[in-house]
């Protein structure tokens, strides 16, 4: 059963977004992890880098290929999770919690109207 | 399993003597000299042969069975190129020695480029680079060079999601962005989804036909159009070349770039089996971009090094290129000739088609049930069984094949992508494909456990690929 929160905003490529007011946490779906396996080993964006939505900011690697990770916001990058670069497959365990990837600072709130609710996001998959 | 050579009994006999009648220099000072043995491996002789011998038996080659990587094209070597290549006349030869007493291997490396033209439809070609990859690299800085030289600026490259993976990687590092264009089911190109990514800071779209999934690109022309009337240059990745000899030629498609992997067309040893070499051709307007030195002809009909190509790309390895591959390609096409070429691809695509025919109506086929030289399957019908593909390309090991290539092009869900290439007979074809059916249809079902375990009778048994790759142990303790 693949697990959707409610309380999300979801992009057509499999990543999820947390907004916190002009912050926002980002992490691939429970659909992501399930698809790309048993993943071994993540990249993730340099710290107060500035990144453009879309641009490919963070790559995740499966014994079976590497995926890119797209940001779905415009902004500058103020938090990485570290702690899947030791052991990436809190990913495979935790997609919406401990295995989150990045948290971005984002400066144009017009791109939030671009990401799907769970409704859309579920017709997706 | 075989033991390491250093596990191997040893004993204080020596496996050998020397009798030396060197006498020690008095003008060692004894601190430095040596006062213990050497701490070799004292093995018996009869013991180490035995020892290289089972570890040789423990390979798996086209030697010893089928081979049916698709997209690798493990294609025969045949003997006679390796025994031809060894020859001294060719090994000893060095490439600082003086131009004159070295005119016999610029003739071949000079004719085997004439040669590549007439099959490619490309005007040039440069042999110099070390492999497929490099060779897509060398192709991507020309085109970079082409552009500076009309004062445009382009900085994108088109790459269609079910290319290879080293066509992005290439394109990246030739200082360009990617830009991803979404395949159609049968891994094909829709020119509509093409115009509407093509814009003016476009400079080429890679392609490679047959595509990997074995399909020709219908709309090769309607696509040469579209991109050449926005400027941009057509690049032709020579990966599925084996399909084509003879039949039909990238030049004449509109390709105006192209690069060819030696051991996949033109049966040089597969990697591990020596250096790689993939020559890059050009139509006559990229001719002044190609790597230096071009080897030329000059009006005494000598051949000779021309170095002064002032806006060429440059050289891209030391010396002339991997001659001694190069000199088997060109036994490979001196041999078979022009009739023969054609023929291999002829059977390499009906020997393809035949294994299709035989897998239609019983297991998905995104492409459709018309390849070219390979042809890949969908075996996501055993998911509900809990079976991958993994498990059953690792059972096809029980059985005494080499599994094929799994999870590429990464379009196809559990994909499994077969290419049997032209050597191989109908007996062989139907043994693969006997037992391919049999796991599909009676294990999977039966005993679906014994896939997941697969291989059972294997050396080795299932490794555990997630833990190597998390945790890899790098070195024998």
């Known amino acids: 059963m693949i697990n959707i929160p409610q309380n999300l905003k979801y992009t057509k490529t499999h990543e999820w977004v947390k907004i916190d007011g002009n912050r926002a946490k980002i992490g691939i779906t429970d659909f992501a992890q399930h698809e790309i396996t048993d993943i071994v080993h993540v990249e993730l964006p340099e710290m107060y880098r500035q990144v453009k939505k879309s641009q490919s900011v963070s790559v995740i690697e499966s014994v079976k290929s590497a995926f890119d990770i797209y940001t779905p916001l415009s902004g500058k990058i103020i938090g990485v999770n570290n702690a899947v670069l030791e052991n990436p497959e809190i990913v495979n365990q935790s997609p919406y919690e401990n295995g989150y990837l990045f948290l971005i600072e984002f400066i144009d709130t017009k791109e939030l109207d671009d990401l799907l609710d769970v409704d859309d996001y579920k017709k997706l998959i | ?477």
């Open chain 2, 1 to 477: 399993m075989e033991k390491l050579l250093n596990e191997l009994p040893s004993s204080d006999i020596p496996a050998y003597n020397i009798k030396s009648d060197v006498g020690i220099d008095v003008k060692i000072p004894e601190s430095l000299r040596r006062n213990l043995a050497l701490g070799l491996p004292s093995i018996a002789e009869s013991d180490l042969l035995r020892h290289f011998t089972n570890l040789s038996r423990e390979n798996y080659a086209l030697s010893t069975g089928f081979y049916p990587l698709g997209s690798c094209t493990m294609k025969y070597n045949p003997l006679i190129n390796e025994r031809i290549s060894k020859n001294e006349a060719f090994t000893l030869i060095h490439p600082y020695q003086p131009i004159e007493s070295v005119q016999g291997t610029l003739e071949i490396m000079y004719e085997f480029g004439r040669d590549l033209c007439e099959l490619t439809g490309m005007d040039y070609f440069s042999l110099q680079q070390a492999a497929g990859a490099h060779g897509e690299f060398a192709g991507l800085l020309m085109i970079a060079e082409y552009f500076k030289s009309v004062n445009q600026v382009r900085t994108k490259i088109i790459v269609p999601d079910s290319a290879h993976g080293t066509n992005p990687s290439s394109a990246f590092f030739a200082g360009f962005d990617i830009v991803h264009l979404e395949s159609e089911v049968d891994g094909s190109i829709s020119p509509r989804k093409l115009k509407e990514i093509l814009t003016k800071e476009v400079a080429a779209i890679m392609l490679t036909v047959p595509n990997t999934l074995g399909v020709f690109e219908k709309s090769i022309l309607e696509i040469s159009k579209i991109v050449h009337e926005n400027g941009s240059l057509l690049y032709y990745d020579g990966a599925n070349l084996n399909a084509l000899m003879g039949i039909v030629r990238p030049g004449d498609m509109g390709f105006d770039i192209m690069h060819i992997n030696l051991h996949k067309t033109f049966a040089a040893p597969h990697g591990g089996g020596g250096p790689g070499s993939g020559p890059v051709g050009v139509k006559a307007f990229l001719e002044p971009f190609l790597p230096i030195p071009r080897i030329e002809k000059n009006k005494y009909s000598e051949f000779v090094l021309n170095y002064k190509k002032s806006e060429s790309i440059g050289r891209l390895k030391a010396f002339f290129g991997n001659f001694l591959i190069i000199l088997r390609s060109y036994i490979y096409i001196k041999a078979l000739g022009a009739e023969g070429l054609k023929n291999v691809s002829e059977r390499a695509v009906l020997n393809a088609n035949y294994m299709l025919a035989r897998f239609k109506n019983r297991i998905n086929v995104p492409a459709g049930d018309r390849c070219m030289h390979e042809f890949v399957l969908s075996l996501k019908l055993l998911l509900k069984n809990n079976i991958r593909t993994l498990d059953v390309s690792k059972r096809l090991l029980d059985y005494g094949f080499y599994a094929p290539t799994i999870y590429f092009p990464l379009i196809v869900e559990e994909a499994m992508m077969i290419e049997p290439t032209e050597t191989e007979s109908k007996e062989m074809l139907d043994d693969f494909i006997d037992v391919l059916i049999k796991i599909i249809f009676e294990e999977a079902v039966l005993e679906p456990q014994k896939l997941n375990e697969a291989p059972i009778n294997m050396n080795i048994k299932r490794l555990n690929e997630v833990e190597a790759a998390r945790k890899p142990i790098l070195r024998w303790k």
